[in-house]
């Protein structure tokens, strides 16, 4: 029929052609090498230009809003907060269902409480709209940063592997050292430097968080003079705010604790506190304030620790960066930065997992080569034509670089899984090429150069086919516009990419790199003899 009429048409010419290329590769041998290695020299300066991330942010068609007022405020408070976010992120066109969840923050570990809140917001489909959600997330913030009363934090939803969310992902550092107070003040001279990065929004501590807190001191020597002991004090306040256990009621089999404590309605306020009346064994009762200090701070609602040592943790949001970008820019930044004896900070453990996680997986590349390398010398018994095959190595991963900085993908966790993928199919080609060009030197006594120029055009047909079939298969997954399909375009970019520029290197570079090696083989054995 005429459609394969034309394309064996096709095929011939691209046979023809490819003969013509290889005879005046293989006479130009210099000239190819030159090309073929300034190209791997690409692979090194391009990696400068490629951003870097643990994994790329997805469009999931959805936006979430927290909502946190300051500790212990009203449900009614909240509300209000509430129903003005609402009603300003409303009039974005993209929007189209809002839910709202009072008293909790959105995440579904925590407790709920009147002073937080978490709105969902579901927006167009992907393919109808042409603003990213991240891009919608960043336009929401800026309507509802100026509502006083409340700290408002947007992020655009989507599948953040490794941080253990499914929100916006972020760079956060941890500072360790042994006093609060001056991690407290480190915290917050490294927000505001971490807060001018460009890309970069919404820098906060972990130690933002606070809640009013009352802090008794007992004045030992005023009690003394009362012949009241520091246990007494706690011991009567207790019993005043949380209550004690005086006896048990049975009723129907069942035991109930009896627990006195003073009237909730009579401890509303510090002066209530103040007022607590501790007996003396004189028989008077002396007010709380006589004999102890009531001071009344924000202290932070959790402190945490990593082997026993204190750390607070500086974070900021990403705002077009990609997150390896922020993190050399914060590093950087502190690299020279005065830490006090005893005081040290470091990329948070889940800022880290990139950095982990790619070198592991070039240990992974590095040993697959290696075992790949060792299968072929066992195949070919023989360590030169393996070393032959994996010349076009570098040339699948500068492919697979540009690939990624033409598009403007990232170098991710998928992608360098899809390098490692694109290396085994290039080895591939280059053993069917090989083999065959070895085949014609054993059994038809052929010259090296007459066996290169053989093989080359004879296997030009299932080296194409293997290329296209992969390429055209990973075609849809590179182009896609659904949601969450961010997660493995990097793969399909690199691994198609890296593919079209190293069947070139494989039809035209390895059979140069075959014959020289071939040249320097023959040259050495007649030395020898």
């Known amino acids: 029929s005429a459609p394969f ?4 048409f096709l095929i ?74 609402v009603k300003r992120v409303g009039v974005v066109p993209e929007v189209t269902t809002i839910t709202a969840n009072l008293g909790g923050s959105g995440d579904m570990l925590s407790s709920g409480t009147s002073d937080s809140a978490s709105i969902n917001i579901t927006l167009l489909p992907k393919q109808e709209r042409t603003k990213s959600s991240d891009d919608i997330a960043r336009e929401m913030s800026k309507m509802v940063q100026d509502i006083p009363g409340a700290e408002i934090a947007v992020n655009a939803a989507g599948f953040a592997m490794g941080g253990g969310s499914f929100s916006e992902s972020g760079v956060s550092i941890d500072i360790k050292g042994p006093e609060l107070g001056t991690l407290t003040e480190l915290a917050n001279d490294m927000k505001t430097k971490m807060a001018t990065i460009p890309g970069t929004r919404d820098a906060d501590t972990s130690i933002s968080d606070t809640s009013p807190q009352a802090t008794i001191k007992v ?33 129907d089999g069942d035991e109930l604790d009896i627990r006195l404590r003073q009237d909730k309605n009579k401890l509303d306020y510090i002066m209530d506190l103040q007022n607590i009346l501790i007996p ?25 620790r990593n082997n026993q040592t204190r750390y607070v943790s500086v974070s900021v949001k990403l705002d077009g960066r990609a997150a390896g970008d922020v993190q050399k820019d914060i590093e950087a930044m502190f690299a020279n930065y005065p830490m006090p004896s005893n005081y040290t900070w470091e990329l948070s453990q889940s800022s880290s ?26 195949q070919f018994e023989s360590l030169i034509y393996p070393f032959i095959i994996m010349f076009a190595v570098p040339i699948s991963l500068t492919g697979g670089l540009a690939g990624l900085f033409i598009t403007g993908g990232t170098l991710s966790i998928t992608s360098y899984l899809g390098l490692i993928m694109a290396i085994g199919i290039v080895l591939n080609n280059g053993i069917v090429l ?13 010259t090296p150069f007459e066996a290169i120029s053989i093989a080359g055009p004879v296997r030009l047909r299932p080296i194409v086919m293997s290329t296209l079939t992969t390429t055209l298969g990973l075609l849809p997954l590179m182009i896609s516009n659904g949601e969450g399909s961010e997660m493995m375009a990097g793969l399909a970019t690199v691994v198609i990419f890296g593919l079209i520029l190293s069947t070139f290197v494989t039809l035209l570079f390895v059979p140069v790199v ?15 003899a």
Not at 240 to 248: K, L, P
Not at 368 to 374: G, K, N, Q, R, T
Not at 434 to 446: G, Q, T
């Open 353 to 378: 997992q990139m950095n982990e996680a790619f070198g592991s997986l070039g240990l992974a590349l590095l040993m697959s080569l290696l075992l790949v390398y060792m299968i072929m010398a066992a």
């Open 219 to 251: 004045d030992r020597m005023k009690a003394s003079t009362y012949g009241i002991s520091a246990a007494t004090v706690s011991s009567i306040v207790n019993t005043a705010i949380s209550g004690t256990v005086a006896t048990t009621y049975k009723m």
């Open 5 to 8: 009429n034309f394309l064996g």
């Open 514 to 528: 075959y014959m020289a090696f071939n040249n320097l083989k023959s040259r050495l054995s007649k030395k020898t």
């Open 434 to 446: 090989i083999d065959y060009a070895n085949l014609l030197r054993r059994e038809r006594d052929k």
């Open 12 to 85: 011939k010419k691209l046979e023809s052609g490819y003969k013509k290329t290889l005879l005046a590769a293989l006479k130009h041998k210099f000239v190819t090498l030159a090309i073929t290695i300034a190209l791997t020299g690409l692979t090194w300066y391009s990696m400068r230009y490629v951003p870097q991330e643990f994994m790329p942010p997805t469009d999931e068609s959805a936006v979430t809003i927290s909502v946190s007022l300051p500790k212990g405020s009203l449900l009614e408070e909240t509300n209000k907060i509430v129903d003005e976010v």
């Open 280 to 304: 003396a064994p004189s028989g008077i009762n002396v007010p709380l304030y006589e004999i102890a200090e009531i001071k009344l701070e924000n202290l932070p609602v959790s402190i945490n």
